[in-house]
C-alpha cells in the first residue's frame, strides 16, 4: 500500500514569508507525528496529533509554528515569517500501533 | 537534561565483517528502545524495537541488545554487505506514563560497508 507521502518535496522561500507543508498519512492511521531534522543530526520531535486533535505540541520552538489536522487525515504544518534557522527537513510519521511510526520522504526547507 | 548519544563519526567496516554501534542515554527510563535506518534524501525507516524487560533482540543479520542498568543497546550488522551503508539512528520513547509515542532520535552513526 501507500506509504507516508509529503508534499512539496522541496520548498524554497524567503525570510519572512509563511509556508505550509502538507502530510498525507497511510490510510487508517490515528497518530501523525511531525519532526525536524537539521543536517548531520537526527529528527527533532515537534508535535504529535491522535485524531483530529494535537496531543503533545511540546516540540513547537515558538509561536510561528503551527499545525492542523481537521479530519484526522492529512496535516498542514504552517511557518510563518520564516526565519533562516527554519532551514531544515521536515518529517512526518504516521502510526496505528503503539510503537512503530512509518516516517515520509521529509520536505526540505529552504529560508534564504 | 534528557541526553542520547551515539557516535558521531563515521564506521567504515570490510564486507563481511560485523558492525556494532553504541547508543547510550542519560535521565531516561525509556519502555523501549527502536533502531531505524536513514538512506540519504529519505526518511527512517523502522528496523527493530526492543523493550526495556527484553535483552536482545533478532531480526535476520541484525542484533540489538538493551542494558538498561548501564543504559546502552548495541546494534550489529553481521556479514555486513555494501548495502547495508547508511545511517543508523536509535531513538527512545517518552517513558512510562507519557502520552502518546513521541521518540526521541539519536544523532545518528552513518555506516559505510566497502566491498
Known amino acids: 500500500g501507500a506509504g507516508v507521502s509529503q508534499t512539496p518535496s522541496n520548498k524554497v522561500t524567503e525570510k519572512g514569508k509563511y509556508v505550509e507543508l502538507r502530510c498525507d498519512p497511510i490510510?487508517?492511521?490515528?497518530?501523525l507525528y511531525w519532526y525536524r531534522q537539521s543536517l548531520g543530526q537526527g529528527p527533532e520531535f515537534l508535535i504529535y496529533f491522535q485524531g483530529t486533535g494535537a496531543a503533545d505540541d511540546s516540540g513547537l520552538p515558538n509561536d510561528r509554528f503551527f499545525a492542523v489536522r481537521p479530519e484526522g487525515s492529512v496535516s498542514t504544518l504552517k511557518i510563518q515569517r520564516t526565519e533562516r534557522g527554519d532551514s531544515a527537513v521536515y518529517l512526518c510519521a504516521s502510526s496505528n500501533i503503539p510503537d512503530t511510526q512509518y516516517f515520509g520522504p521529509g520536505t526540505r526547507l529552504t529560508v534564504l | 537534561s534528557q541526553k542520547i548519544e551515539q557516535n558521531s563519526e563515521a564506521l567504515n567496516i570490510q564486507e563481511g565483517k560485523t558492525a556494532t554501534l553504541t547508543c547510550n542515554y542519560t535521565n531516561y527510563s525509556p519502555a523501549y528502545l527502536q533502531w531505524y535506518r536513514q538512506d540519504p534524501g529519505r526518511g527512517p525507516v523502522f528496523l527493530l524495537l526492543i523493550r526495556e524487560n527484553e535483552k536482545e533482540k533478532r531480526k535476520e543479520r541484525l542484533k540489538v541488545t538493551f542494558d538498561t542498568t548501564l543504559k546502552q543497546s548495541l546494534f550489529h550488522i553481521t556479514a555486513s554487505q555494501p548495502a547495508d551503508s547508511a545511517t543508523y539512528l536509535c531513538?527512545?520513547?517518552?517513558?512510562?506514563?507519557?502520552?502518546?509515542?513521541?521518540?526521541?532520535f539519536g544523532g545518528g552513526t552513518r555506516v559505510l560497508v566497502k566491498p
Open positions: 490510510s487508517g492511521h490515528t497518530a
Open positions: 531513538a527512545l520513547d517518552g517513558g512510562r506514563g507519557a502520552a502518546g509515542n513521541k521518540l526521541t
